[in-house]
Every structure is written in structure tokens, then in C-alpha cells.
């Protein structure tokens, strides 16, 4: 599946030249010529820039460490509410789990859908462009692909369909609402396995078309791109897991990260130190 996410382009300028006699022409061109100059005078010299995407490509690399504490108190928190506060019994982690190996048989088994994602993707760009402030002109979805139109494009717009799970948010907007007005508390079941199963999909579909030479990614550079996808969606699990874990709070998960990252500046400081000896 190939997409586009693309600006708009402005209209050409139509310059004064155009509709004046050969006089002022001569006029406004020669004032042209020097505003080029003054231009060229005061512009940077180009030579010199560094290129955005090594800059990514070194940004990236600085988000290393942060992604390396927060695997670690991901996984730690996990272990410990599942180990010692049996969150593996609970019906969140069951019916969460039944939700994700549903989609896993239907995405390996099934013919995929790929429509249902084309649209939830292009709309996660369009949501994101109306974020930023901007505007979307064209919302295009064919059974090859889709794209969208707009006057802007960020890393976080062309990123946003990777880390941003919006059908399973979705599904929480819908319950929330429903709340409302219902009492929702005998489907909670059914609340966990329909997060389950669509964050399932997801993440199985950006594993899926990652590899296959996205414009998205390609927009900031691949490393940078994959360093911010799995940061993110790692911190979008933590947030489930905070959530769904009656022994595991923000504050709490907050305090871990904040001992596992003075941790890790410790370790690579001994370890700097020895490579100095």
C-alpha cells in the first residue's frame, strides 16, 4: 500500500512585470536585482547547514537512554503486578489478552482489512494537521491506498498513525460516552477485549507496513523515526498497564522511571570512567 501525505501548495505570485510598460519594468527589475543581493548578503551560507536528518539521526540517538529506562520500567512494573499482585488474574489482563490473540488468529488466519486501516490512518493524520492548527483539503481513500491534503507537515502529523492507536481510543471515547448515560459496568468485559483486540491491531499493522518504505518514516530520517515510534507506543502500553493495574499508580510508575533513569546515568558513568583507566 503506497499513501501520500502532502501540503498544499500556494498559488504562483503574479509579478508586477507583468502588466507594465518596458520603463518600469526596467524599474522593478533592477529592484529586484538588488533585493537579491541584499538577500544573497544576509542569507546564511548554505555549505555550512547541517542537514535536518542529522540532526534527527543525532536526536535519536539521545533518545536511546530515555528508551532503555522506559523498557525497563515497563517491564518491571509488569512482572511485579503480575507476579506479586496477581494481575494475571484479573479480568482486565484476561480479557485484554483473549482481545489480542482474537486479532492475531484473524490478521494471520484472515484476509486483512486493509481498508479499515488505510482510513483509521489517514484520519490519525488529519486529526493530527487539525491539531496543529492546520487545514485539510482532501481526504482521499481507495482500496490501493489513501492521502490527505494539507498546508502543513511535521514529524509528529507524519508519525502520529504509528503511535497513536485510534480505533482503541476510540472504543474508550465510545464507552466514556455511553457512561453517560448507561450503567457500563457489566460490559467492562467487553471493554477490555475490544482494546485488546484494536490495539492489537495497531500494532500489527504498523509492524506490517514499516518495512514496506512508508514516506511517513522516510520524512525524518528511519532511525529517528523507529527510535520515536516504539518511545511512544511503549509509553501508550505503560498508560494501559497503569490504568488497568489496581496496584500500580502514575505517581508510583513515575517515581520507578525517575530511580531507574538516575540508575542508568550511574552505570554509564562507572562505565565511562573505566574506559578512561
Known sequence: MRHCLLPLRGRANLHAGDWFPDSVNRSVARRKRSNEKLRAALAPDLRATVPTRWVKFVVGLFLLPPAWVLTETFFTAFARAALHEHFWA?????????????????????????WIYVFGHELTHALWVLLHGGRVSQFRITPQGGHILSDRINTWIALAPYFFPIYSLLVIAIYGAAGLF??????????????????????????????????????????????????????????????????????????????????????????????RL
Open 90 to 114: 484479573t479480568e482486565e489482563f484476561w480479557f485484554f489478552g483473549l482481545g489480542l490473540v482474537l486479532w492475531l488468529v484473524a490478521f494471520l488466519a484472515l484476509p486483512r482489512p486493509l
Open 182 to 275: 448507561w450503567d457500563m459496568t457489566p460490559f467492562r468485559p467487553v471493554l477490555y477485549m475490544l482494546i485488546g483486540a484494536t490495539w492489537g491491531f495497531h500494532i500489527t499493522f504498523t509492524l506490517w507496513m514499516i518495512p514496506r518504505g512508508q514516506t511517513d518514516i522516510t520524512y525524518g530520517g528511519n532511525f529517528y523515526s523507529l527510535v520515536i515510534i516504539y518511545l511512544l507506543n511503549l509509553a501508550v502500553l505503560s498508560i494501559f498497564l497503569i490504568a488497568a493495574s489496581q496496584g500500580l499508580t502514575l505517581a508510583g510508575f513515575g517515581r520507578e522511571l525517575l530511580a531507574n533513569s538516575v540508575d542508568f546515568v550511574a552505570r554509564a558513568t562507572h562505565l565511562l570512567r573505566l574506559g
